[in-house]
């Protein structure tokens, strides 16, 4: 079950759901001490998946299912009452500080590397300006850099060839202005391809790293 963010601005007790479980989740939202009513709306998830939600209490019940449809608790003792379904504007309207204060979903992108070393393809360099921009959107950023390499050469000297990879983007991010102590890099060497291959065979995919920004 997603979790449940509130807004005092509104002065109203107000629920949005993100990413719920295909499965029905029961969720109790009262009034509060002051009588104020309740409003829950299920949002989906990043990667568009809708769940269902059950929005219960003393009076009865109402099931959500659809993807920015509503549900209004208007008393401790009425059941819940099924809104119209909102439209964009009307949810950033009412819960615009709330969704605002949600962790931003991790980014993810992937540089290549020229054979058997540590240089950036032409287009690789290229789109680094796409990671330097999220950089400057996401701040502060925590950066995860992870290095791969193809098949071709020994696994542990792939394994040393994805660490000077990944210390590579990392020196390029500093450069940049990013804190040295929010980049974390590691190396998977030859054993995470993207594309798997016999021994000894290049495969210009799987030589590259992986950025996650959050």
Same mark, same amino acid.
């Not at 990043?46 to 109402?62: F, H, L, M, S, Y």
């Not at 990879?165 to 054993?191: C, F, M, P, Y």
């Not at 391809?193 to 995919?205: G, R």
């Given at each position: 079950?997603?979790?449940?963010?509130? =807004?005092? @601005?509104?002065?109203? /007790?107000?629920?949005?759901?993100?990413?719920?479980?295909?499965?029905?989740?029961?969720?109790?939202? %009262?009034?509060?001490?002051?009588?104020?009513?309740?409003?829950?709306?299920?949002?989906?998830?990043?990667?568009?998946?809708?769940? !269902?939600?059950?929005?219960?209490?003393?009076?009865?019940?109402?099931?959500?299912?659809?993807?920015? =449809?509503?549900?209004?608790?208007?008393?401790?003792?009425?059941?819940?009452?099924?809104?119209?379904?909102?439209?964009?504007?009307? /949810? #950033?309207?009412?819960?615009?500080?709330? %969704?605002?204060?949600?962790?931003?979903?991790?980014?993810?992108? @992937? @540089?290549?590397?020229?054979?058997? =070393?540590? $240089? @950036?393809?032409?287009?690789?360099?290229?789109?680094?300006?796409?990671?330097?921009?999220?950089? $400057?959107?996401?701040?502060?950023?925590?950066?995860?850099?992870?290095?791969?390499?193809?098949?071709?050469?020994?696994?542990?000297?792939?394994?040393?060839?994805?660490?000077?990879?990944?210390?590579? /983007?990392?020196? %390029?991010?500093? =450069?940049?202005?990013?804190?040295?102590?929010?980049?974390? !890099?590691?190396?998977?060497?030859?054993?995470?391809? %993207?594309?798997?291959?016999?021994?000894?065979?290049?495969?210009?995919?799987? #030589? #590259?790293?992986?950025?996650?920004?959050?």
């Amino acid at each position: 079950m997603g979790t449940i963010r509130t =807004s005092l @601005l509104t002065l109203c /007790i107000m629920a949005l759901f993100c990413g719920c479980a295909a499965q029905q989740n029961p969720v109790v939202l %009262l009034p509060d001490p002051d009588g104020k009513t309740g409003t829950v709306v299920l949002l989906s998830d990043p990667d568009g998946k809708t769940g !269902t939600i059950e929005v219960r209490n003393q009076g009865g019940a109402q099931v959500i299912s659809q993807a920015n =449809s509503a549900a209004e608790v208007k008393s401790f003792t009425t059941a819940p009452v099924s809104l119209a379904k909102m439209d964009e504007s009307q /949810i #950033r309207a009412i819960f615009g500080d709330a %969704l605002d204060a949600q962790p931003h979903p991790p980014e993810h992108y @992937l @540089l290549y590397f020229e054979g058997y =070393s540590t $240089e @950036l393809t032409e287009d690789s360099l290229l789109n680094l300006e796409d990671v330097y921009d999220a950089l $400057e959107r996401i701040k502060p950023a925590e950066v995860t850099v992870v290095g791969h390499t193809d098949r071709v050469g020994s696994r542990e000297n792939n394994y040393f060839l994805g660490l000077e990879r990944a210390a590579q /983007i990392k020196n %390029l991010l500093i =450069s940049k202005g990013v804190d040295e102590k929010l980049i974390e !890099t590691r190396s998977h060497g030859e054993d995470n391809p %993207l594309f798997k291959t016999d021994d000894e065979v290049p495969e210009p995919e799987n #030589r #590259r790293v992986e950025i996650i920004i959050r």
